[in-house]
């Protein structure tokens, strides 16, 4: 299903690698921390991080499957975010929709996945023990940053 990836230019593909995870680790650690003390992102950092991502994803001769099911999905939680009416942050959907421009599928899936059982146990915790209602906002980037970083650690 997916084209084996190969670089345009002949560099090694531990370098891409790296500046891929460098940038987002970096994008991902200023959103998560302004999204929790200010619950905004900054849609200037996130828009340099999606043009860097589809300049890494044209270099590195990415597959179209691979850029477009990303993009489907973040566009869905800019979606979900309209019809909610701001329930599920817009910031969230634009965070996912450059995350999509510059991870690989497997990684964004399993990213997206990890996050939503830590917002989730962190939303039972407060429900259960700091006796919180449903109405209280978590914000949601910090979770991406925690499960990126558990998928970089192994």
């Given at each position: 299903m997916y084209r084996e990836w190969e670089p345009a230019v002949p560099v090694d593909r531990e370098v891409y690698m790296k500046i891929e995870e460098i940038c987002t680790i970096v994008f991902l650690?200023?959103?998560?921390?302004?999204?929790y003390r200010k619950k905004e992102i900054s849609l200037?950092?996130?828009?340099?991080?999606?043009?860097?991502?589809i300049v890494f994803s044209i270099v590195s001769k990415r597959?179209?499957?691979?850029?477009?099911?990303?993009?489907?999905?973040?566009?869905?939680?800019?979606?979900?975010?309209?019809?909610?009416?701001?329930?599920?942050?817009?910031?969230?959907?634009?965070?996912?929709l450059a995350l999509g421009m510059m991870i690989r599928t497997d990684e964004y899936i399993s990213m997206i996945g990890?996050?939503?059982?830590?917002?989730?146990?962190?939303?039972?915790?407060?429900?259960?023990?700091?006796?919180?209602?449903?109405?209280?906002?978590?914000?949601?980037?910090?979770?991406?940053?925690?499960?990126?970083?558990?998928g970089v650690m192994l």
């Open positions: 650690a200023v959103n998560a921390w302004t999204d200037v950092i996130t828009g340099i991080y999606a043009a860097a991502g597959g179209f499957w691979d850029m477009m099911i990303p993009l489907v999905i973040g566009a869905l939680f800019l979606l979900l975010s309209l019809i909610s009416g701001g329930d599920l942050g817009m910031g969230d959907g634009w965070t996912l990890l996050s939503m059982l830590l917002a989730a146990g962190v939303s039972v915790l407060l429900l259960a023990v700091f006796r919180k209602n449903r109405k209280t906002e978590i914000p949601f980037v910090p979770f991406l940053f925690l499960a990126y970083m558990g």
